[in-house]
């Protein structure tokens, strides 16, 4: 884990949390695997904006965090599994009340609407 120097001082709690889920893409990976285990491919497939690269440096950060744990797998291919560790699965209130406001503020995010509540015109009529 990395060290951090934050002092004693208002927000250091905060700041000290933040800098572990920063950025855009850690959040987004501790959200999914939050369902379960998921291999690399299966995490670039339910995040189409994140280059391979990418993937691949936020991963290594998160386990450099403790946040997750990474499983290979002696097989031809090798098979490589992600999974929350003790410490990540204890971020899942806080990643569940961020995606609860970002719902709440989708509009103002410009995400636009859910597109499983868009309801779309009636084909048949």
């Known amino acids: 884990m990395k060290r951090r120097n ?3 001082r208002p927000g250091c709690a905060v700041e000290a949390t933040l800098d572990l889920i ?3 893409w850690k959040g987004v990976i501790l ?8 291999r690399f491919g299966e ?20 386990e450099d965090d403790r946040l ?5 797998y002696a097989e031809v291919p090798p098979r490589v599994e992600y999974r929350l560790s003790e410490v990540g699965e204890s971020l899942r209130p806080v990643i569940d009340i961020l ?3 970002g719902e ?14 868009v309801q779309l015109p009636d084909r048949a009529a």
């Open 6 to 8: 934050f002092a004693h």
């Open 22 to 24: 920063d950025g855009k």
């Open 31 to 38: 959200y999914h695997l939050q369902g379960g285990t998921q």
């Open 43 to 62: 995490l670039r497939r339910l995040m189409p904006g994140i280059t391979q690269r990418m993937l691949t440096k936020q991963l290594r950060a998160l």
């Open 68 to 72: 997750i744990v990474r499983t290979v």
């Open 99 to 101: 995606k609860a406001w």
């Open 104 to 117: 709440s503020h989708r509009e103002r995010l410009s995400c636009g609407p859910d597109p499983a509540a």
